[in-house]
């Protein structure tokens, strides 16, 4: 299966090729300042699934636990594209609405529930992880 993807103007594009490895939920506040929005969906990828086109801007970003986050926008748009973790160095977790079709995605997990908006409903069916799962 081949997954294709953009930012908002275009200047940004990936194709990726296999399976999701996951698809989550965030709630951290840091995930709500960048999406402008009560969360961010993600998904993960391995690194030697995806391949990028265009020149992405990285904002270096701390989490609660105090580990680097290395957020990827575009330049031109300012569309988040993806996150990378140097504590998980072969992943790679793209922004779900930069997907063309979003209808593969099926969220598996919640992460930062402790932060959420409290107007957010999570399906009971959904695990949840309050904090910092590490």
Known sequence: MTMTGQCLCGAV???IEGDLQMCGVCH???CQRQAGSSYSVLFAVADDQIKISGDLTTYEDRADSGNVVYR???GTCGSPVKTSLPTQP?????KAGTLDDTSVL???IHFWTGSKQPWVEIDA???KIEGNPG
């Open 106 to 108: 099926h969220p598996q």
């Open 125 to 127: 069916n959904v695990p």
């Open 28 to 30: 951290c506040k840091n």
């Open 72 to 74: 990827h926008f575009c």
């Open 13 to 15: 594009s990936y194709a």
């Open 90 to 94: 072969r992943m790679t977790y793209i």
